[in-house]
């Protein structure tokens, strides 16, 4: 599977726009993105995945850039219980249920 | 739908003990994996199981294992415990058909003294 690099911590207010940022350039045609948070003390919790078009669901945006070498996850209105670690991960999606996590970003949302 | 259980939650052993961890995964889920999460190492994965059979391994010695029940429970064992095993071991389980997403449990906390 291929490395991903993310910022180590970011901030964002309250009812704003959080960007996290991906880089996967060594990702390789299957390859999926996929992106998890950890709250902290709990599991790790499915946001979304994507390919290479754009997706959206009711708790985020991701948009993979036209080469596929990075990707941003987009949260539309920031609040405190987004605060969390997102990580960003890139796997073929048949190979098993094996994840490798990275370092992830640490998201502060303040108020 | 209940999600993920994992049992016990929290739980103290000393060196040299063993340790068994128990997961139920989400109703009709078949796949379970198990990942070791410390401040050191951040998120591992362990392993993983289908119809009862291991079918991807991380890189931890020996004395870890587990096994898959026909009804899809799942545990998982250490043993000889040592203090670095000291960790949040957390159970997911997806129902491994297609693209799929992994259902992570609260994790069991495990210490070592």
């Known amino acids: 599977d291929a490395k991903t690099t993310q910022p180590p911590s970011m901030d964002c207010a309250e009812g704003r726009a959080a960007n996290l940022p991906c880089n996967h350039s060594t990702i390789s045609g299957n390859e999926y993105v996929y992106w998890y948070r950890q709250i902290h003390s709990q599991g790790p919790q499915y946001i979304i995945h994507g390919l290479k078009n754009n997706e959206t669901n009711e708790m985020a945006s991701l948009i993979i850039t036209e080469d596929r070498k990075s990707s941003t996850l987009i949260l539309p209105h920031a609040t405190l219980r987004d605060t969390a670690v997102y990580y960003c991960i890139v796997r073929v999606a048949p190979s098993g249920d094996k994840l490798i996590f990275g370092t992830g970003t640490r998201l502060q949302v303040f108020p | 739908k209940a999600g993920v259980t994992q049992t016990p939650r929290y739980l103290i052993k000393t060196r040299g003990q063993q340790v068994t961890l128990s997961c139920s995964p989400i109703?009709?889920?078949?796949?379970v994996s198990w990942y070791q999460q410390t401040p050191g190492q951040g998120l591992q994965f362990l392993f993983e199981?289908?119809?009862?059979?291991?079918?991807n391994k991380g890189n931890f010695p020996g004395r870890f294992s587990g096994r898959q029940f026909s009804n899809s429970r799942s545990e998982m064992n250490v043993s000889t415990l040592e203090l670095g095993d000291s960790a949040l071991y957390l159970c997911?389980?997806?129902?491994?058909?297609?693209?799929?997403?992994?259902?992570f449990g609260e994790g069991s906390r495990l210490t070592v003294l």
């Open positions: 109703s009709g889920h078949r796949s």
């Open positions: 997911a389980s997806s129902p491994r058909q297609g693209i799929r997403e992994l259902f």
């Open positions: 199981y289908f119809s009862e059979t291991q079918r």
